[in-house]
């Protein structure tokens, strides 16, 4: 049996956004993890560190130390807190980053995403032959390299378009890549490319067959119709009980574009939005998780806090595309739980989880003409603890018995300076570029160390990651240049 390694981490401000008391700041924190669990969180001392080097030895791991700290933990110059939860995103659009930005939500599903991943499978072989991987593999591990660059260590994945086919090489990446990852399986039967459309039957035993992907440690799968509007009551229905049978999550895309969301009251669903459709054939609770919700009335709050249903809010690419921004005052007012994310970085460009974030609270203080809506602290437990909860990871808080999953954001840039104790929390959404990430560890393994992100469990390095994906989005492009357009996809039909 192999002994348990340890691994320690020490920086000058530590935010265990723990309960009972989630705004506690500590100067000065040490939090220390057993394998991939938190075993001690709090102040440092120079006994506790005495203590550590003393009780483990070589078994204890310390990120930034060197050989001439043989004393004590060395004290990173840093804010030390759990690392970000990402409670929706698209792992295949890094390499469509620029591309199709001047439309809106359906037209871009077609000229960026729907053109990309048909890219991909109808020209896999040619293209495998040239990168050395599949095109697929190579866009999901870009995404992890992504995620880990922004401090982000779990996530819930919605795989969809033609990325549905290919489940194995998605959970390749992400066990490779040390984070956790939910993959919410796609799917459509209406309203969508015909080369894309599901049988219910179909859908279903695409959920099966990957329960039955071997060696996963780090990756679980759920529903993931991609949207209201082209997924009708036949496969949703189905896919619902599958959640319900399997303990899983279900994952949706709704109220997203407004013309879209007009055109589904109109003529889709004549007279419903698309919340009151989904608790009329039954699929909204409170595993059910909702991204974007832009277009959203009162009624449609009333339903999500009397169901429990989530929601997922992503300012990034609700503005990008002009979908608008949900109501997100009145839902956290009716007691809906809200996390803030990303979205795919072909909509958002990135995955800055601290921009988004920001974005979200500065629109809603505009708004409503309101400085004291959504504060740093509040902010913080959005991308933290709140989507840790949504998605029932172990994680989002420095608590003993967590899973050992935080980062350390370095204070040596000149936007983070002053830091103190008393603005601490408010220096990381308003004055943080996102970039500051320093170390992240995800499971009590270190991914990122001194700024630079570490090779894959797999041997794959992040300079080989980025060059392929440059070979990639190059290929495409000159594909792009003489391909047909598509339009199939809900609005844009």
Known sequence: MEKPVFTVCRADFLLPLSAPDRTRRIADGYVLAEGETIREVGPYTPEI?????????????????TPADNDAIPRLRGILLPAFVKAHGHDHEQPIIGIAKDEPLTSWLDHAVNLFTGFMNTQGDRL???????PRLATYRMARLCDIHYGITACMVHHCNYNKYHLEEIAQANEAAGTTMIVAVGGQDRHYLADLLDKPEDAVARLDAALRIRGLQRTSFCPGPDQVFSNSRLVLVPLKNWARQHGTLFHI???EE???TVWFQEAIEPGQTEVEFAE???ILDNRTVLAHQVNCGPRDVAILARTGARVVHNPLANTILGSGMPPIMDMLAAGVPVAISTDGSGSADNQNILAAARLAAQYQRALHQDATLLPAQQLLEMITVVPAGILGLNQGELAPGRQADWIVLSLDRPNLVPTRLDNVTENLLWAADGSEVDTVVSRGRVLKQAGRILPFLDGTTPEQIMTTVQT???RFADYRATAAELKGTGAHR
């Open 49 to 65: 560190g005495r203590r550590l080097r003393s009780q483990f030895g070589s078994a204890l791991r310390i990120p930034g130390a």
């Open 128 to 134: 495998a032959a040239e990168l050395g991987c599949s």
């Open 253 to 255: 895309h709704s109220a």
């Open 258 to 260: 407004p013309k879209t």
């Open 280 to 282: 009329s054939i039954g």
């Open 472 to 474: 990639l989005s190059e």
